[in-house]
C-alpha cells in the first residue's frame, strides 16, 4: 500500500445513497435535541467512547472488514492519519457509521459492537473527515452521526483514509502511547482476517506464516520473522450460539425488529507462546493467568475496557467453555501424533493451564471456567508422554529430574527408583510443564531430595561410565558441598574395585598408588576382606 497520495481526482458529486443516508441521521438529530431525556444516553454512551486507546484498534477492525491487508497510521502535522487499502464503502457500511447504538456486524468477530468503533475518533478532536475513492465527508462532535459532504479537491490513492485534527497535546501523547503498545504487542493481528502488517509511522508489524501448526487448524506464526521464536495459533471449528446466548446478544445490541435475524456461527481462537489475554480481535483489559491468549466475540462492558462478568453472562461462559474445550483437545491431538519426536509431542503441555480455581476476580473467575472445562475434556484420557513415547494414564508416570537420564537410562532409572517401577515421564517435558503436571495431581515426582535419601539407603548400580558417574557427582554437588550438608559420608556414591554397586565413603578404604594389587586374583582375595576404592575412577578423576 502507497503511504502517500498519488492520484489527483476531483469528488465532485456523492453517491446516490448519500443524500437519503444524511436526511435520516439529519431527521434524527432533530429528534433528539427537541427531547434531551431521549438524547441524554445517545450522549452518555458517546461519551463513554471517548479513548484515545482505542482508536487504532477499532479503525483497523474496520479496515479488516473491508478486506485489507495491510494498513498505515501516522501523525502529521498534528493531525491523526489512518489510511488501509481495503474496499471502498457500500450503501450499508456507510449507513452504519451513520447511525449510533447497534451494529450491522451480525457476525460477532469484530468489535463494531454498538456501531460505535468509528466513533471512538472524536477522543482526538471535534471533526473527523473519511476519504475513499467515492467519499468526502466529515463528521462534527455535536451531531457525531450526520455526514458532510466536503466539495473539494483531494489527491487519493484509491485508499480509504481518516483523519482527525488532534485537539491538544495531551491527547496527542496519549494516542502516541497507544501506538507504542501496538508496536509492543502486537498480538491482535493475528486475529484479524486479513490484516497482516502494520506501520506505525517508520516502524512495521509484520506477521508471517511458518506454515501447518502440528494439529489441524494450527499454524506456527513468527512475528517481524523471528522464526526462532514462533507462536501457535489455533483455531476451533464454527459452533452456533445457544438460545440464551443469542438472546442475551439481541438485547445488548439493542436490535429493532427488522434486525431480528440470527447470527451465524462463531469460532474461538487460543494463540500458544502470548500472554493470558482475552481478546475480542481487540485486546480488553482481562489478563488471566492461563498460558495462552484467547480470541473470541465476548459481550463487552460499556466502556469496552473488559468482558462482562461471566456469572451474568451466558454468551461469555459459553465462550470460555469452549477455549477451555479447544486447548484441551489441541494438547491431547498433539500428544498423539505418534509419527512426530517425543521432543516435538512434549511442548504439547504448554496448553495446560494451571490458574486458582477458587480466585473471586473477573480474571480468576475466567480462568477458572477455561480450566475446569479443559479438565472435563481430559477427563479419564490417557495424557503422561513417556520416554518411549508412548502415552500413559495419569499416575501412570514418574516424573524425574532430567539430569538424572544423563547417570543412568531411563528404564533402569524407574527400576531403581521408582518402587511401582513406572515408566519415566518424557524428559523433554520443561520443568515449567511438569510443575503444573503434578499440580494438577496427574503425575507424581521425584525429587533431588529423594534421590539423596536413596542414595543414603541403598546401594545403587554404578553408572555406565566414569562420565555418567561424574553427572550424578555433578547434580548433588550443590546440597552435600555446603556448611549444612553433615552427612556426606553416609553417601553411596562411589565406586568400589570388583564392585557393579556404589558404596558411601564410610564403608570403603583406598589404597594408596604404592600399594596398588598387580593382579586380578589378588583383588579378589582382598574384596571378601576390604571394600576398596576402585582406582581407576580417581585416575578418571585427575
Same mark, same amino acid.
Given at each position: 500500500?502507497?503511504?502517500?497520495?498519488?492520484?489527483?481526482?476531483?469528488?465532485?458529486?456523492?453517491?446516490?445513497?448519500? $443524500?437519503?443516508?444524511?436526511?435520516?441521521?439529519?431527521?434524527?438529530?432533530?429528534?433528539?435535541?427537541?427531547?434531551?431525556?431521549?438524547?441524554?444516553?445517545?450522549?452518555?454512551?458517546?461519551?463513554?467512547?471517548?479513548?484515545?486507546?482505542?482508536?487504532?484498534?477499532?479503525?483497523?477492525?474496520?479496515?479488516?472488514?473491508?478486506? =485489507?491487508?495491510?494498513?498505515?497510521?501516522?501523525?502529521?502535522?498534528?493531525?491523526?492519519?489512518?489510511?488501509?487499502?481495503?474496499?471502498?464503502?457500500?450503501?450499508?457500511?456507510?449507513?452504519?457509521?451513520?447511525? *449510533?447504538?447497534?451494529?450491522?456486524?451480525?457476525?460477532?468477530?469484530?468489535?463494531?459492537?454498538?456501531?460505535?468503533? *468509528?466513533?471512538?475518533?472524536?477522543?482526538?478532536?471535534?471533526?473527523?473527515?473519511?476519504?475513499?475513492?467515492?467519499?468526502?465527508?466529515?463528521?462534527?462532535?455535536?451531531?457525531?452521526?450526520?455526514?458532510?459532504?466536503?466539495?473539494?479537491?483531494?489527491?487519493?490513492?484509491?485508499?480509504?483514509?481518516?483523519?482527525?485534527?488532534?485537539?491538544?497535546?495531551?491527547? $496527542?501523547?496519549?494516542?502516541?502511547?497507544?501506538?507504542?503498545?501496538?508496536?509492543?504487542?502486537?498480538?491482535?493481528?493475528?486475529?484479524?482476517?486479513?490484516?497482516?502488517?502494520?506501520?506505525?509511522?517508520?516502524?512495521?508489524?509484520?506477521?508471517?506464516?511458518?506454515?501447518?501448526?502440528?494439529?489441524?487448524?494450527?499454524?506456527?506464526?513468527?512475528?517481524?520473522?523471528? =522464526?526462532?521464536?514462533?507462536?501457535?495459533?489455533?483455531?476451533?471449528?464454527?459452533?452456533?450460539?445457544?438460545?440464551?446466548?443469542?438472546?442475551?446478544?439481541?438485547?445488548?445490541?439493542?436490535?429493532?425488529?427488522?434486525?431480528?435475524?440470527?447470527?451465524?456461527?462463531?469460532?474461538?481462537?487460543?494463540?500458544?507462546?502470548?500472554?493470558?489475554?482475552?481478546?475480542?480481535?481487540?485486546?480488553?483489559?482481562?489478563?488471566?493467568?492461563?498460558? *495462552?491468549?484467547?480470541?473470541?466475540?465476548?459481550?463487552?462492558?460499556?466502556?469496552?475496557?473488559?468482558?462482562?462478568?461471566?456469572?451474568?453472562?451466558?454468551?461469555?461462559?459459553?465462550?470460555?467453555?469452549?477455549?477451555?474445550?479447544? &486447548?484441551?483437545?489441541?494438547?491431547?491431538?498433539?500428544? %498423539?501424533?505418534?509419527?512426530?519426536?517425543? $521432543?516435538?509431542?512434549?511442548?504439547?503441555?504448554?496448553?495446560?493451564?494451571?490458574?486458582?480455581?477458587?480466585?473471586?476476580?473477573?480474571?480468576?473467575?475466567?480462568?477458572?471456567?477455561?480450566?475446569? =472445562?479443559?479438565?472435563?475434556?481430559?477427563?479419564?484420557?490417557?495424557?503422561?508422554?513417556?520416554? %518411549?513415547?508412548?502415552?500413559?494414564?495419569?499416575?501412570?508416570?514418574?516424573?524425574?529430574?532430567?539430569?538424572?537420564?544423563?547417570?543412568?537410562?531411563?528404564?533402569?532409572?524407574?527400576?531403581?527408583?521408582?518402587?511401582?517401577?513406572?515408566?519415566?515421564?518424557?524428559?523433554?517435558?520443561?520443568?515449567?510443564?511438569?510443575?503444573?503436571?503434578?499440580?494438577?495431581?496427574?503425575?507424581?515426582?521425584?525429587?533431588?531430595?529423594?534421590?539423596?535419601?536413596?542414595?543414603?539407603?541403598?546401594?545403587?548400580?554404578?553408572?555406565?561410565?566414569?562420565?555418567?558417574?561424574?553427572?550424578?557427582?555433578?547434580?548433588?554437588?550443590?546440597?552435600?558441598?555446603?556448611?549444612?550438608?553433615?552427612?556426606?559420608?553416609?553417601?553411596?556414591?562411589?565406586?568400589?574395585?570388583?564392585?557393579?554397586?556404589?558404596?558411601?565413603?564410610?564403608?570403603?578404604?583406598?589404597?594408596?598408588?604404592?600399594?596398588?594389587?598387580?593382579?586380578?586374583?589378588?583383588?579378589?582375595?582382598? =574384596?571378601?576382606?576390604?571394600?576398596?576404592?576402585?582406582?581407576?575412577?580417581?585416575? *578418571?578423576? &585427575?
Amino acid at each position: 500500500m502507497s503511504a502517500g497520495r498519488q492520484i489527483e481526482t476531483i469528488l465532485a458529486d456523492p453517491p446516490d445513497y448519500f $443524500r437519503s443516508i444524511q436526511e435520516r441521521a439529519t431527521k434524527r438529530w432533530d429528534q433528539l435535541e427537541a427531547d434531551p431525556e431521549l438524547a441524554g444516553p445517545w450522549h452518555q454512551l458517546f461519551k463513554q467512547v471517548q479513548s484515545p486507546r482505542h482508536i487504532l484498534s477499532e479503525l483497523l477492525q474496520n479496515a479488516d472488514d473491508a478486506g =485489507a491487508s495491510e494498513a498505515r497510521v501516522s501523525i502529521e502535522n498534528d493531525r491523526f492519519v489512518f489510511e488501509h487499502n481495503g474496499e471502498d464503502f457500500i450503501e450499508a457500511h456507510f449507513a452504519s457509521i451513520c447511525r *449510533f447504538g447497534y451494529s450491522n456486524k451480525r457476525a460477532l468477530h469484530t468489535i463494531g459492537f454498538r456501531g460505535i468503533g *468509528f466513533k471512538s475518533t472524536f477522543s482526538l478532536g471535534d471533526r473527523v473527515e473519511l476519504f475513499t475513492p467515492t467519499l468526502a465527508v466529515a463528521f462534527e462532535r455535536a451531531r457525531f452521526t450526520e455526514p458532510h459532504w466536503i466539495d473539494s479537491r483531494y489527491q487519493t490513492s484509491g485508499t480509504t483514509r481518516v483523519e482527525v485534527a488532534i485537539a491538544n497535546p495531551l491527547l $496527542r501523547r496519549e494516542v502516541e502511547k497507544n501506538l507504542d503498545e501496538w508496536l509492543k504487542s502486537p498480538v491482535s493481528l493475528l486475529f484479524f482476517k486479513k490484516i497482516r502488517r502494520l506501520r506505525i509511522g517508520d516502524s512495521e508489524v509484520h506477521w508471517q506464516s511458518l506454515g501447518p501448526g502440528p494439529i489441524a487448524e494450527s499454524e506456527w506464526m513468527a512475528l517481524d520473522e523471528k =522464526a526462532d521464536d514462533p507462536f501457535l495459533l489455533v483455531r476451533s471449528g464454527e459452533e452456533a450460539f445457544p438460545a440464551e446466548a443469542l438472546d442475551e446478544i439481541r438485547k445488548e445490541r439493542m436490535l429493532g425488529a427488522e434486525d431480528s435475524g440470527d447470527f451465524p456461527p462463531c469460532r474461538v481462537e487460543i494463540v500458544l507462546g502470548a500472554k493470558g489475554r482475552l481478546y475480542v480481535v481487540l485486546p480488553t483489559g482481562v489478563e488471566t493467568t492461563l498460558p *495462552f491468549a484467547c480470541n473470541a466475540p465476548f459481550i463487552q462492558d460499556p466502556a469496552r475496557l473488559k468482558i462482562k462478568d461471566p456469572e451474568t453472562s451466558p454468551t461469555n461462559r459459553w465462550l470460555l467453555n469452549r477455549a477451555g474445550e479447544l &486447548a484441551a483437545s489441541a494438547m491431547m491431538e498433539w500428544l %498423539e501424533q505418534t509419527k512426530t519426536s517425543a $521432543r516435538d509431542r512434549a511442548d504439547a503441555y504448554g496448553l495446560l493451564p494451571d490458574v486458582d480455581r477458587e480466585a473471586t476476580t473477573l480474571e480468576g473467575a475466567c480462568g477458572a471456567i477455561v480450566e475446569l =472445562a479443559f479438565d472435563a475434556a481430559i477427563e479419564d484420557r490417557p495424557m503422561l508422554l513417556t520416554e %518411549e513415547g508412548r502415552l500413559v494414564d495419569a499416575k501412570a508416570a514418574i516424573t524425574v529430574p532430567r539430569p538424572v537420564f544423563d547417570i543412568w537410562p531411563a528404564d533402569q532409572a524407574m527400576a531403581l527408583l521408582d518402587a511401582k517401577s513406572r515408566p519415566a515421564l518424557c524428559q523433554h517435558v520443561s520443568a515449567k510443564n511438569r510443575t503444573k503436571l503434578v499440580h494438577w495431581g496427574l503425575v507424581e515426582e521425584f525429587s533431588k531430595s529423594d534421590l539423596l535419601e536413596r542414595l543414603r539407603s541403598n546401594h545403587l548400580p554404578r553408572p555406565a561410565t566414569w562420565r555418567h558417574l561424574l553427572n550424578l557427582w555433578a547434580y548433588i554437588a550443590p546440597e552435600v558441598t555446603g556448611w549444612q550438608c553433615h552427612d556426606t559420608d553416609g553417601l553411596r556414591i562411589v565406586p568400589v574395585q570388583g564392585k557393579e554397586v556404589l558404596y558411601a565413603a564410610s564403608e570403603i578404604v583406598r589404597l594408596g598408588e604404592k600399594k596398588l594389587l598387580q593382579s586380578e586374583e589378588d583383588w579378589e582375595f582382598l =574384596a571378601s576382606h576390604l571394600i576398596v576404592l576402585n582406582q581407576n575412577w580417581t585416575r *578418571f578423576l &585427575a
